[in-house]
């Protein structure tokens, strides 16, 4: 059974840090993975999907990589800045391939 | 194209009410899901439909629970008997050949 986990839960930083989000993954038989930001209240908006034959992806200030092979994924935002403030979800594929298991997220808040 | 789109945005209804939930994937998907979010549970999978059909319905909690998806451009979740359990924030999304996700806005769910 796929299990996503994300480490820091809440993270802090000031404006202008580069930092990294955490994503673990136990099922590293995935053919994608997906990173979202999810502001209050608000929808899930896609940032970035990476195919299992990837090893990165880059949008902007983001930067998502994946290693299947230890069943990680990091996310990379660059000179954060306090738009960046969310929370931020990791979703890999469930055993069947059929649907995402999100992670609990790591809320991000960026201080200007 | 103008998304994911579901309604209610928002719902307040008594316990023991029936609540309907909709959903409008984006033309020329062919996968719809419905999940809820929780603080305590964080984005649980209820549902997954591939072309209109359910697939995989083991996360749907009770037989309160019902889904459809009479045709491509349309889907919905019941909750019948409502209870205040039920409360929650309920997402639906969709998915192309590229496996991309992309969500709805959610609708927010209070049963008092």
């Known amino acids: 059974k796929q299990e996503v986990t994300q480490i820091p839960a809440a993270l802090s930083v000031p404006e202008g840090e580069n930092l990294v989000l955490n994503c673990s993954f136990t099922d590293s038989a995935i053919y994608n993975l997906q990173w979202f930001r999810q502001d209050p209240g608000k929808g899930l908006t896609s940032l970035l999907l990476?195919?299992?034959?990837?090893r990165e992806q880059t949008s902007g200030r983001l930067n998502a990589s994946l290693d299947k092979s230890s069943g990680r994924s990091t996310l990379y935002i660059a000179a954060s800045q306090p738009g960046d403030s969310a929370t931020y979800l990791c979703?890999?594929?469930?055993?069947?391939?059929?649907?995402?298991?999100f992670g609990k997220g790591t809320t991000l808040s960026v201080s200007s | 194209d103008a998304g994911v789109i579901q309604s209610p945005r928002h719902e307040v209804t008594e316990m023991g009410q029936e609540v309907t939930l909709r959903c409008k994937p984006i033309s020329g998907h062919n996968s719809l899901f419905w999940y809820r979010q929780t603080m305590m549970r964080g984005l649980e999978l209820l549902i997954y439909f591939n072309n209109n059909v359910p697939i995989d319905d083991s996360g749907m909690p009770e037989d309160r629970f019902s889904a459809k998806m009479p045709n491509a451009s349309f889907s919905t979740l019941k909750i019948q008997p409502s209870e205040p359990r039920d409360s929650a924030v309920y997402f639906c999304a969709s998915t192309g050949f590229d496996t991309e996700a992309f969500f709805g806005q959610g609708t927010r769910l209070t049963v008092v």
């Open positions: 979703a890999a594929p469930n055993q069947a391939g059929t649907a995402l298991i």
């Open positions: 990476i195919q299992s034959s990837q």
